[in-house]
């Protein structure tokens, strides 16, 4: 079972930015989904998630700026970040989890994967 993230970069604030989750090795519509970033010297946060029915959870912290999507067709999930602000730099990771909800973060279903860059920043 894999994971792959892609679709970082830099952009300006105020900006937008759709990350990528591919999945392999196992039936993605069988699991639920969650994005977590880090940044350097902080802790990781729990930012985004999706169930297997397509329920999803935000953090107050991204809350009416990031959407969260799949399509299984596609082994995909997608991060839509909107309104991007320069405290959203991280490194953004995707990983299958037990359940979505608050603390979906530390219920992992495997390991996160290696990862893809947001800098926000004029």
């Known amino acids: 079972a894999q994971l792959v993230e892609s679709g970082g970069g830099l952009v300006q604030p105020g900006g937008s930015l759709r990350l990528s989750c591919v999945a392999s090795g196992f039936p993605l519509d069988s699991y639920a989904i969650g994005w977590s970033r880090q940044a350097p010297g902080k802790e990781r946060e729990g930012a985004s998630c999706i169930s297997s029915e397509g329920a999803t959870y935000n953090a107050d912290s991204v809350e009416g700026r990031f959407t969260i999507s799949r399509d299984n067709a596609k082994n995909t999930v997608y991060l839509q970040m909107n309104s991007l602000r320069p405290e959203d730099s991280a490194v953004y990771y995707c990983?299958?989890?037990?359940?979505?909800?608050?603390?979906?973060?530390?219920?992992?279903?495997?390991?996160w994967g290696q990862g893809t860059q947001v800098t926000v920043s004029s």
């Open positions: 990983a299958r989890i037990w359940i979505c909800g608050v603390g979906f973060s530390r219920g992992l279903i495997g390991s």
